[in-house]
């Protein structure tokens, strides 16, 4: 589909949104910029764009097949990605079946703990204050969303970890957590929006316990391409590898 690009109307850490020909449809950019702790580690890792768009692009289709809603459209090209106009949420909503990462910081828990039911939190979506943790009571003063919201988002999260835990654990990942994003379409509808990659989840190989997300960063370590790959390999099927060379 050739579709005229226009301006930015937001540029984020890692992806600039552009506005098209058509009022409700923006093209998602994914750069090859990496940052942790709000941006006071930055570099730029070749190909990363590339890799977080198609890992996007198949996990968002994934869910759309199981009747998520969510803003994706198309692949344009590797790096661009189709997508309905959303009035994004200032929430960074973070799903955690296994314990890591800021958790085991916060609170008791046993690095590596399965959770029998997933914890569900909410962030508030803001360098300055550090993005802090939320209650239900802060989010609704803050007039970031209403309860019925919070629980819809809620109830939708609950169902996309259902359906990502499953999928990518036919193909040999183990999800321990994510960060998803929603926002408004044009109907008012609450729809999933962002992306959902290697950037903003952990995800370990099954079988080793091998680290494939951004945490090797996070972490110092190298093989951090090599990892985004080994999970684009792992996810897309025979069709999808050819057409994207991997
Ligand atoms: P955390 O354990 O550092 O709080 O991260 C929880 C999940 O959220 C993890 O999968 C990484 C993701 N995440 C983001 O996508 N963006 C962020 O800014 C942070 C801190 C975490
Ligand atoms: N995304 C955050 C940053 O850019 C932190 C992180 O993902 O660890 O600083």
Partial sequence: MSIKVGKVIYSGKAKDVYETEHSDQVVVKFRDDITAGDGEKKDCLHQKGYYNSIISSKLFKVLEEKGIKTQYIELLEPG???????????????????????????????????????????????????DPMLNDDISMALNLATKEELDEIREITHKINAILKDFLASKGIKLVDFKIEFGYDNDGNIVLGDEISPDTCRYWDIKTFDVLDKDLFRQGECGIMDAYKKVASMILDEEELQKFEI
């Fill in 80 to 130: 661009e990605m189709l997508s309905h106009k959303l009035k994004m949420i200032p929430l960074e909503v973070i799903t955690r079946n296994i314990a890591a990462g800021s958790l085991l910081k916060k609170f008791p828990f046993k690095d590596k703990q399965v959770f029998d039911n997933p914890i569900i939190q909410m962030d508030y979506k803001n360098d300055e204050y550090h």
